[in-house]
């Protein structure tokens, strides 16, 4: 089947149109606001671990370690007197690019193997670390007490969580629009390239372990984001932030969108977690029966994620 060839003036069309369907959820999905906040959020999530793993290449299995540390650093932040939101999301960022930074010099130096296990050991690490300070964390009963400022002074969190999504959605779209504009600059043409040949750029001389430090330190910052905004739009965070098991729930939101693909994050996030909303309102005792025999009917019959899928039927002429 030939696939439908698709300009750059629509293929923006159809960025508009994406960005407004999440947006009319606002007025469409009056009682759905939490769980459209939570999609958008991890959509960021999702995005931070492809820049990582399917732009730069670093096998990566423990990015919750840098979504926990964001969530701690926000909660922690409001909790003690300091509950301006924004600055909150600034304090995660700068906390989660210097960690990640840090451990770039571990990660980026060893082979896929080395790398895969240093990742998971920071992951448990850090959860670890976050049980033991439970006077600080507030352990397995999770981090309470957080109370965030109105948006800009003058709009208030509410119940119903119209503040929490608007700003979760403003927030996200502008650090989405600043990742892209990341990954389309010759940075990101330099990740792309080390993710392809190694050993070819390395023969033109570029700074390939440079590059891919800056990547990997980059990805935890937008990770540290979107921890950042759950703990803000929730008043709350669990220890489950910063486990591995929140590593491996995004990583198979990103697989099911499609690594590599600038939207793969964000379309995966919202087919896994509406699935598994209506799984688990379906089924409340079976639904991960019925969540799995859906991720392996996807993985086999998309391959490539549904950005894979779409991009044979669709040709753009670039990424997308």
């Not at 939101?253 to 977690?273: E, N």
Request: include cysteine; glycine fraction near 12%; proline fraction near 2%.
């Amino acid at each position: 089947m030939k696939p439908l060839a698709l300009s750059p003036a629509r293929l923006r069309g159809v960025e508009v149109f994406f960005w407004l369907a999440l947006a009319s959820s606002f007025f469409l999905l009056p009682d759905k606001l939490t769980l459209m906040s939570q999609i958008v959020i991890f959509g960021l999530f999702a995005v931070s671990l492809d820049m990582a793993l399917g732009y730069a290449g670093i096998l990566t299995v423990g990015h919750a370690a840098f979504f926990g540390a964001g969530a701690y650093a926000a909660g922690l932040l409001a909790k003690h007197g300091w509950s301006e939101p924004f600055s909150g999301l600034l304090f995660a960022l700068l906390l989660c690019v210097a960690l990640g930074y840090v451990l770039s010099y571990l990660v980026v130096r060893g082979a896929d193997l080395t790398r895969l296990m240093i990742t998971i050991g920071v992951c448990m690490l850090l959860a670890e670390l976050a049980n033991r300070l439970s006077s600080i964390t507030g352990g397995t009963d999770g981090l309470q007490g957080v109370v965030i400022a109105p948006v800009l002074g003058l709009f208030e969190f509410d119940l119903y969580g119209k503040t929490a999504f608007a700003y979760a959605y403003g927030v996200v779209l502008v650090v989405f629009l600043g990742v892209r504009l990341v990954l389309r600059s010759p940075f990101g043409l330099t990740l792309r390239g080390i993710h392809d040949s190694r050993k070819r750029m390395l023969a033109i001389g570029s700074p390939v372990e440079a590059r891919l430090r800056l990547a990997y330190a980059l990805s935890a910052g937008v990770a540290g984001i979107a921890g950042a905004l759950l703990a803000q739009t929730t008043q709350f965070v669990g220890i489950e932030s910063i486990g591995f098991n929140r590593s491996a729930e995004v990583l198979i939101i990103l697989v099911l969108g499609g690594t590599g693909r600038l939207y793969g994050g964000m379309i995966g996030a919202i087919v896994y977690m509406l699935v598994h909303d209506w799984f688990a309102d379906l089924n409340p005792q079976y639904w991960m029966f019925w969540l799995g025999i859906f991720l392996i009917a996807a993985v086999m019959l998309g391959r490539g994620g549904i950005m894979g899928a779409l991009s044979r039927l669709v040709k753009t002429g670039r990424a997308s």
